[in-house]
């Protein structure tokens, strides 16, 4: 007899339980009546993760909205990001550069964020432990670039 999914899972906590845990659950399984049960706990999980990381239909957590303010030193660079959690997402609402440059960055690549003909960059951004913003200074002295931001999921 094969375990159901709360035997897969219950050796952690619900925390560090990813979508990506749950999806390789589900591959080997077939939709019919002997595996109703297995289903019926996988829905059961995966709702009580939804509903215990985010806000309904998508919107931000309100008590988790902010601006954040960060320091670039002249040839600098500051990150935005690195630090959340393994199932937190950032919705980055705007972003001030301060004559700074953003990009996403995992740790070793950077992809260059552009704004739209000398404008706004365009929002919303979504920030991952994975994904995160790097903001580089050339301008000749320190700057302050601005993120307003708001947890989407925890």
């Known amino acids: 007899m094969r375990p159901d999914i709360y035997e897969l899972l219950a050796a952690q906590q619900t925390a560090s339980t990813t979508v990506t845990q749950l999806n390789a659950a589900t591959k080997s399984t077939y939709i019919d009546k002997s595996n109703v049960e297995f289903w019926s706990g996988m829905i059961t999980i995966a709702r009580a993760l939804q509903e215990s990381r985010t806000y309904a239909h998508g919107l931000p957590i ?8 960060i320091s670039v030193a002249d040839g600098g660079t500051e990150k935005f990001g690195d630090t959340l959690g393994d199932t937190e997402i950032y919705r980055v609402e705007n972003i001030d550069l ?3 440059s953003v990009g996403f960055f995992d740790g070793a690549s950077v992809n260059p964020i552009t704004p739209i003909a000398n404008g706004p960059i365009r929002t919303p951004l979504y920030v991952t432990k994975l994904a995160y913003l790097v903001f580089s200074n050339v301008s000749g002295s320190g700057q302050t670039p601005s ?5 989407v999921s925890l």
């Open 147 to 151: 993120v307003t931001f708001s947890k």
């Open 98 to 100: 301060d004559n700074c």
């Open 62 to 69: 309100p008590e988790t909205s902010g601006i954040s303010v």
